[in-house]
Structure formats: structure tokens, C-alpha cells
């Protein structure tokens, strides 16, 4: 839709948490957040509806393939324009395990509570 692409170009497109599947031979992609243009009367579009990816059979063969292996998942890593079209490039990465994102979450915590003490002792 012409709005999302102007949205796009005014930087309003969020990735974070969307993710594609292959349906029926169709490639979709799902919770990316685009939000309303600026300047978009009452015909704006959904900023979270389901957006069909135009790709190549073979492409969607091959993503097909790899989303089969025991949990692997389509996700979208970056946008960005070429001739005028917005461009979506896809990759096929595995979720990460409840172990690894504790892991995580505490190395970001002891992270912020290190730069908490650093600035506290500049005082």
C-alpha cells in the first residue's frame, strides 16, 4: 500500500518480534509494525496486518524446506529500499532456549548495574 511505503520512508517500520511462514505456497510475514503515515487520511492502513511476500518459487521452495527441520523459524532481519521497492531480507535462525535467555537477561542486568556503580562513583 502506498502508506506504508511512505511510512517506511519516514522511518516508522519495527521488525522487532515478526516473523514469516509459507502458506500454501506463499510466503507471509507476520507482526511487523508499520505505523500510520503522518499525513495519511481515514483510508490508512492496519499497522499490524499479515503482508504477503513476493519471492521466487524456487526461493520459497527452499525456505519451505529449511522451516520443516525441527525449529527453525523465517525471520526478517532487515528493510531497506532498492529502485523504489521496499526489500525484505529473510533469514532462517533457530528461537533461542530458556536456559540461554536467562543467560542473557542476567549478563544484561550485571551489565546495567556495572554502569550504575561507574556513574554513582563519578559523583
Do not use: C, W
Request: proline share 2%; hydrophobic share 30%; charged share 35%.
Amino acid at each position: 500500500m502506498g502508506t506504508e511505503v511512505k511510512a517506511l520512508r519516514e522511518g516508522k517500520g519495527n521488525l522487532t518480534d515478526s516473523f514469516a511462514r509459507v502458506k500454501n505456497g506463499e510466503v507471509f510475514l507476520y507482526d511487523m509494525n508499520i505505523s500510520p503515515y503522518t499525513f495519511g487520511n481515514i483510508m490508512n492502513h492496519d499497522p499490524l496486518r499479515v503482508r504477503k511476500l513476493l519471492l521466487h518459487k524456487r526461493e520459497i521452495r527452499k525456505l519451505y524446506g529449511k522451516t520443516q527441520e525441527k525449529g527453525q523459524t523465517v525471520i526478517p532481519l532487515k528493510a531497506y529500499f532498492k529502485n523504489g521497492k521496499v526489500k525484505i531480507l529473510l533469514g532462517v535462525g533457530r528461537g533461542k532456549k530458556t536456559h540461554d535467555r536467562r543467560e542473557d537477561l542476567k549478563r544484561r542486568t550485571d551489565k546495567r548495574e556495572m554502569e550504575r556503580a561507574i556513574r554513582g562513583r563519578g559523583r
